[in-house]
């Protein structure tokens, strides 16, 4: 004899309700608020935090200072804990932006485009490789600093 269950009744005051097990594929799930960390401030006050607990100043805040970031950021790209295609992938992203800024007159879209989705995959990535933390604020970061320098 099968059991009958009554049904349950949830009140959320409009908010979502899951019941079981979410499978995300690595992402994130969010149930009502997402709260993301925003740049503040001024290109001369931006960081990027870097593997070995520095920091690549962005205290030039020219093209020239920005694509320096993006050739550091590159070389630890190359270091980084990813599938060979991967990282392969985020490279070539970077690369393709970093080639766009010496451009006459560069994509703004194009770059911010190539950097988003760096910055993306590698916080997707972060939470299941503790590794790419600081690599993916570091994407979060030139992000933010390309939002304000094209």
């Known amino acids: 004899m099968t059991e009958k269950r009554e049904p349950q009744r949830v009140e959320t005051g409009g ?15 969010t149930g009502r608020d997402s709260i993301k960390p925003v740049v503040h401030g001024s290109v001369g006050n931006l960081f990027a935090g870097t593997n ?23 070389n630890r ?9 991967l ?22 879209d194009l770059i911010i485009h190539k950097i988003d989705s760096v910055s993306q995959l590698l916080g997707k990535m972060s939470g299941v490789t503790t590794s790419l933390t600081q690599l993916a604020e570091f994407a979060h970061q030139l992000l933010g600093w390309a939002t304000h320098l094209f």
């Open 15 to 29: 908010g979502a309700f899951v019941g079981n097990a979410v499978n995300t594929g690595g992402g994130d799930f």
């Open 52 to 74: 070995d607990g520095g920091s690549v100043s962005q205290g030039d805040t020219s093209i020239t200072g920005f694509q320096e970031a993006l050739d550091e950021f590159s």
């Open 77 to 85: 790209l190359k270091l980084a804990e990813l599938s060979p295609g």
């Open 87 to 108: 990282k392969k992938s985020a490279i070539d992203d970077v690369e393709t932006a970093a080639a766009e800024t010496r451009e006459e007159a560069p994509d703004k």
